[in-house]
């Protein structure tokens, strides 16, 4: 290859750093959150799809990358169909389980067998109707790498007396990430086992610390220990959260660009807390408020490395996806998901 | 004219475009993109909803899409009168927030009326539209359950069990359940009688044991049969699932920090129709009671001794002396309520024995 060619290809392939914006306000949410509340009140749960889709796309279409936003493109009545049902097989199974325990357990357990599908099912919707720059997202990934990564790796983790777990953690985030796409074209993610072991015995170190330190402190006052458990817990869980959200986020990359996360544990520790004293002081009122600020400090912690411009992405066939995995997710409180 | 600024993405690829959307009053519009013009209706194009100030999306049926930020010019559009998305009034109404302070009064008031008669009314409805026969075969299941998990079978002598039952069939009110007795050693469950929903009423012998006349375990079974003939059971768990279903439905996208915090009122809402429920069987209990002529004391009396043996019962075992204090105090109407009512499954003893003592009182 000539010389100035490939002068010219790496010109246009310079790396710049794009961090995510995130331009929601807490106001302007609040009023849509309310009208959403008071719409699915008054037609008995219909409009609830209608507003899941807007709240959604006041997230997706506030979140900016490198000038351009996000969309999120479900059909709220498609997200209605996979209610109802997932709304009969709720009632089914918690009546069910409730007068008849052995038929319940049946059902418990069938639910066990259709989990990954359910899995699939709900990572494929979200993918498939995510967009960026007018090209959908998607998830590729089949039943049995969920079976192994959400039913036979927890098993074994749990076995391990969770010695496993770490790599459990590992397994199911490489999973999510490596069928995860961009148009045509994968993401894949790059974390060592190591370093899921380094901050998961870090974080069960600290909570150890603090738990002895709390436990000397006890002849003092009987109530430092419950105040050090407190805080040694929500430290531990904020450490971990925010160990983890870096390790996938920031070992993502998709062709030639990547991902950088920087969350610290200290900054969301107060995010969390303060969200927590928000919405208890005000009774709930300012959820909309503290799920603003909850994004807006994701948005700040979260940039791209971004490889000249991100024009080159192909759209996939665009296919449908039915939305009831996800919404029987949702009614089965499942937390799947990046 | 109206021109619109914005950025056209061709469908097949992440590319953008700086581009232009001239729209006519006759609605036919041009557009100009570095690379790409075309030309059409304007009702060609599907619209995305108006939302907050997110950008717009006018989508061709070939995919491709012209995106802008020009909500005014859009506006205008609209009053020529060549599109209109459904969500406009919604958006319109999110946009005012006198009329959103108004909606957030008038949602505070539904869900609070909803909560004190929408939900338990509604329940009570679908408890009664259901089939009596749905749960024949239920408690056979519960029971085997409860059997391995905590109960033997009774040690009472058989004729005592026999002459139990009897007493007690031959009292049965017409029931929309069939109504069955059974008798279990109770174990670490103690002293304690309840009702199945399929309509199998449980007594545990240490139950038998502590009650002193026969007419204060009749009390105790007309109480159970309350939570029959009212369906109670099925009526919670009916509750239960519509609170979990809107619960869902209006916070579906709930993060832990919110499921936590919302988890509180919920189940202190449970709780107080779990006390609700109590009583309506300790007046089904009263009209039970005084129909088959037993005075209301005795529900009194055992209660007293439930209570009395629950306080003496110390880490070193039986405290005789101080159950013997308790049965003697004679007064069961004073005493504060605190905190701890809200917390309990059952209204507070003092305000069931009183209520049965006062229906004794004005009995004679």
């Not at chain 2, 007064?331 to 059952?346: P, V």
């Amino acid at each position: 290859m000539n010389q100035p060619v490939e002068e010219q290809l790496t010109a246009a392939r310079a790396e710049r750093e794009e961090r995510f914006e995130f331009t929601g306000k807490g106001g302007e949410f609040f009023r849509i959150w309310i009208v959403n509340l008071f719409l699915t009140i008054i037609t008995i749960g219909i409009y609830s799809a209608w507003a899941k889709v807007r709240t959604a796309n006041y997230f997706y279409g506030n979140t900016h990358l490198d000038g351009n936003s996000f969309r999120y493109l479900a059909k709220p009545l498609t997200i209605l169909k996979g209610r109802l049902i997932a709304i009969a097989v709720l009632v089914a199974y918690s009546l069910a389980s409730q007068y008849y325990p052995v038929v319940g357990a049946l059902l418990s357990l069938a639910l066990l067998a259709v989990l990954p599908w359910l899995i699939t099912r709900s990572l494929r919707f979200n993918a498939i109707n995510s967009a960026y720059r007018n090209v959908r997202f998607n998830f590729t990934g089949g039943v049995g790498g969920a079976a192994m990564a959400f039913l036979v790796w927890p098993l074994l983790g749990v076995l391990s007396l969770g010695l496993l777990l770490p790599l459990v953690m590992k397994k199911q985030n490489e999973y999510m990430v490596n069928h995860f796409s961009y148009g045509t074209q994968r993401f894949s993610l790059d974390a060592s086992t190591g370093s899921f072991y380094k901050f998961f015995l870090v974080g069960i170190g600290i909570g150890i610390l603090v738990g002895v330190a709390g436990a000397l402190a006890a002849p003092i006052s009987q109530y430092i220990p419950m105040l050090v458990g407190a805080v040694a817990y929500l430290f531990v869980f904020a450490y971990l959260r925010v160990q983890l959200f870096n390790l996938v986020y920031g070992g993502t990359s998709i062709a030639e660009h990547s991902l950088k996360a920087d969350m610290t544990t200290g900054s969301f520790m107060a995010l969390t807390v303060t969200n927590i004293l928000l919405i208890a002081f005000t009774l709930g009122l300012a959820y909309p408020v503290a799920r603003i600020r909850a994004a807006r400090y994701k948005a700040e912690h979260l940039s791209a490395v971004i490889a000249g411009d991100l024009d080159n992405f192909a759209a996939a066939e665009s296919e449908k996806v039915s939305a009831l995995g996800e919404e029987l997710g949702d009614m089965l409180d499942l937390e799947i998901g990046l | 004219m109206i021109e619109l600024a914005g950025t056209w993405f061709d469908g097949n690829t992440s590319r953008q475009v700086p581009a232009t959307l001239r729209v006519h009053r006759s609605g036919e519009f041009e557009l100009a993109a570095a690379d790409h013009s075309r030309r059409g209706r304007f009702t060609e194009f599907e619209l995305s909803a108006p939302l907050g100030d997110t950008a717009r999306q006018l989508a061709l049926p070939d995919g491709a899409v012209f995106e802008t930020r020009d909500h005014a010019g859009l506006a205008k559009i609209r009053d020529w009168g060549h599109h209109r998305h459904s969500l406009e009034l919604v958006h319109l109404i999110e946009r005012h927030w006198g009329a959103v302070l108004g909606l957030t009064v008038l949602t505070a008031v539904i869900v609070y009326l909803g909560m004190v008669y929408g939900v338990p009314s509604a329940a009570r409805s679908i408890a009664y539209a259901l089939p009596a026969s749905m749960l024949d075969s239920a408690d056979e299941q519960t029971l085997a359950v409860l059997d391995r998990a905590y109960f033997e079978p009774s040690e009472l002598p058989q004729a005592r069990r026999e002459a139990l039952r009897a007493e007690f069939e031959s009292r049965t009110p017409a029931l929309a359940i069939p109504v069955r007795i059974e008798f279990r050693k109770g174990g670490e469950v103690g002293a304690n009688a309840f009702a199945l929903p399929g309509g199998t009423v449980v007594f545990t012998d240490e139950m038998v044991e502590l009650a002193q006349d026969d007419r204060e375990l009749l009390a105790v079974y007309g109480h159970e049969l309350g939570h029959l003939e009212y369906r109670h059971s099925l009526r919670r768990a009916i509750q239960g699932s519509i609170v979990t279903i809107a619960a869902v439905l209006l916070l579906g996208d709930a993060t832990a920090t919110t499921d936590v915090v919302g988890a509180v009122p919920l189940a202190l809402t449970d709780l107080a129709w779990s006390r609700d429920f109590e009583r309506e069987a300790d007046s089904f209990a009263l009209d039970f009671m005084s129909a088959e002529g037993i005075d209301p004391g005795y529900f009194a009396s055992l209660m007293q001794r439930l209570e009395c043996r629950d306080r003496a019962r110390t880490s070193e075992g039986f405290n005789q002396s101080e159950f013997d204090a308790c049965i003697g105090q004679s007064d069961w109407t004073s005493g504060e309520s605190g905190l701890g009512d809200f917390l309990s499954t059952h209204p507070a003893t003092r305000e069931r024995i009183q209520r049965f003592q006062e229906a004794a009182d004005s009995a004679r």
